[in-house]
């Protein structure tokens, strides 16, 4: 999906470029925080908590990240060799307008800026810790990794399975809400709730041929047309023990198809219901990180589609991350480097065939060790090998795919 022109990513490169030669003298990094604060982030934080690059006399913030591999696969014996891939070059500029008024826009550049999008771009206004305005294109809080996708926090060069072919991540809306948090001792809560422009017909319309959300995105005037004419809600509430960790439980949901045509309804209104949950903890003892979500998906169908386009879906993931080496290495005082896997599992039609009652297939599951190494918090290097097995609708054996990556994500 292009927003953009060539010409006009030349000339937002440009300011950028201005911006920052034009200050660097006066440049800061505001990663510092109040020890007070420490351990009182959400997920819902992920938007605001990342380090940027503040300029004197410009009341601007920049910064982003960049992510780049390599990619060795075989799929059922067959390779197309190694290639090297440009992921995405992320930009997110930040301006506190005011006291309680401020503003974040994040850009992401994929596959060498042949496709640019906005991603964020959302006004915050201030009233209270507990009601906060919010507008703009925002980010549906379904599960975790959607607000917190960012490749420098995670491990793996794939993103998780779930989060993307199932859910649709990067997923945002242009629309408006509140959000807000508080705690209390080591207990943090905090909620999320948005009314924004909702999915297409496209979910159950595309070179798919299933239900499959991601699909929405492939249309246009996204941000500034809502295809049913009914308002989406997506909602999200999360409790964090500092000591424990933090878990999430999310809901999106809406009409999908347009039911009216010139007032007159044209035929029933099909509704998508998505729920979530969302975890991670940390084992002090042994330094083990754990996150993760699961997700389920009810899509009403018309009764002239064939069960090929469930309307049910399910999905899940798990990342574990174990530390075994952090030392200072050369200038890097903290460098780590870690073992990790991570299991992937999507089922894109739950249910049974009503002519024969066998298990509907279309699934895919996989697996996938890596190593990685972190000469700061900011920056990864890793290596992965992803194993999946890949199930057609009728339930025929799994076909086998093996995928060699290695790269790197680093913030600037």
Do not use: C
């Not at 292009?2 to 490169?13: A, G, P």
Request: avoid cysteine.
């Amino acid at each position: 999906m292009k927003l953009f022109t060539l010409n006009s990513l030349k000339n937002i490169l440009l300011v950028l470029g201005l911006l920052y030669f034009g200050s660097v003298m006066g440049q800061e990094e505001n990663t510092k925080k109040d020890k007070k604060d420490e351990g009182l982030e959400l997920n819902m934080d992920a938007v605001f908590n990342r380090p940027t690059l503040s300029f004197d006399k410009v009341p601007v913030t920049l910064g982003g990240y960049l992510e780049a591999n390599t990619i060795h696969r075989i799929e059922e014996g067959i390779t197309d060799g190694l290639s090297f891939q440009a992921r995405r070059l992320t930009i997110f500029m930040a301006a506190s307008i005011s006291e309680r008024i401020k503003f974040l826009t994040e850009i992401e550049f994929e596959d060498g800026g042949k496709e640019v999008a906005i991603e964020f771009a959302a006004l915050d206004v201030a009233f209270h810790p507990l009601f906060n305005f919010r507008g703009g294109i925002v980010m549906n809080p379904i599960g975790a990794f959607n607000e917190s996708h960012d490749g420098p926090k995670w491990e793996f060069v794939e993103r998780p399975d779930v989060a993307v072919n199932m859910l649709g991540a990067t997923l945002s809306n242009t629309g408006f809400g509140m959000y807000g948090k508080t705690y209390s001792g080591n207990w943090i809560f905090g909620y999320e709730a948005y009314l924004t422009n909702g999915f297409s017909s496209r979910i159950i319309s595309n070179e798919e041929d299933k239900t499959y959300l991601p699909a929405h995105k492939n249309g246009e005037n996204l941000f500034e047309d809502n295809f049913s004419g009914k308002a989406m809600f997506s909602g999200k509430l999360a409790i964090k023990n500092r000591k424990i960790g933090e878990i999430g439980i999310s809901y999106m949901g809406g009409t999908y198809n347009k039911f009216e045509d010139a007032g007159e309804e044209v035929e029933d209104q099909a509704k998508l219901d998505v729920f979530a949950i969302d975890w991670n903890t940390t084992i002090k003892a042994t330094g083990t990180y754990i996150v993760g979500e699961a997700a389920w998906i009810w899509a009403e169908t018309p009764d002239t589609y064939t069960q090929q386009y469930g309307n049910k879906q399910r999905g899940i993931f798990m990342d574990i991350v174990q530390p075994v080496y952090k030392n200072k290495i050369f200038e890097w005082e903290d460098a780590t480097f870690n073992f990790a896997a991570r299991f992937d599992y999507v089922d894109w039609n739950v249910g049974r065939f009503a002519e024969t009652d066998t298990k509907i297939g279309d699934q895919i599951l996989a697996v996938t060790p890596g190593i990685s190494f972190r000469p700061t918090p900011k920056t990864v290097f890793r290596i992965n090998y992803r194993y999946e097995w890949k199930i057609d609708i009728l339930n025929n054996p799994a076909e086998r795919a093996a995928t060699w990556y290695m790269g790197f994500s680093s913030y600037f």
